[in-house]
């Protein structure tokens, strides 16, 4: 009879925070979301991506990660940043093309990479509404 091989000392999150990290180039604009985004991020920046131009929705942009964030519009997400703008900025500069990645989370991902983010269930009337970002939140 074989011995199991022993059970890994880190948690699924931490390697997957791990090996998005390394995935993260250094001197490229990556959009960042809640979460485990900010950790991949600072490990990042930390690690081997010094010059990583983190970019937030409320409008940080380059923020230099001495404290982690607690939400994208958190005081850490402007900390020595190198610019500070708001929402239609960042989504504008985006939408133009400057932002070479993006991370953030979703409830639900399909095959094909579309997230969700807004709600589960029917729109209408959902078993769960989520917190979304650009606009999920809309009730309308």
């Known amino acids: 009879m074989t011995n199991p091989a022993p059970a890994p000392d880190y948690k699924p999150n931490e390697l997957l925070i791990c090996t998005a990290a390394r995935l ?20 990042a920046q930390k690690m081997h991506a010094r010059n990583l131009v983190p970019i937030f929705e409320f409008g940080g942009t380059g923020a230099l990660f001495e404290e982690l964030p607690i939400a994208v ?40 990479g579309n997230l969700n983010s807004t709600v589960i269930g029917d729109h209408d009337h959902p078993k769960v509404r989520l917190p979304g970002s650009g606009g999920g939140n809309d009730v309308g």
């Not at 490229?28 to 900010?38: D, E, N, R």
């Open 24 to 43: 993260m180039t250094d001197n490229c604009t990556v959009f960042i979301g809640t979460g485990i985004p900010m950790l991949v991020a600072s490990l």
């Open 73 to 112: 519009g958190g005081e850490c997400t402007f900390h020595r940043a190198v610019s500070a703008s708001g929402i239609c900025d960042i989504m504008e500069t985006a939408h133009r093309g400057f932002v070479e990645y993006g991370f953030i989370g979703g409830a639900q991902i399909d095959p094909y």
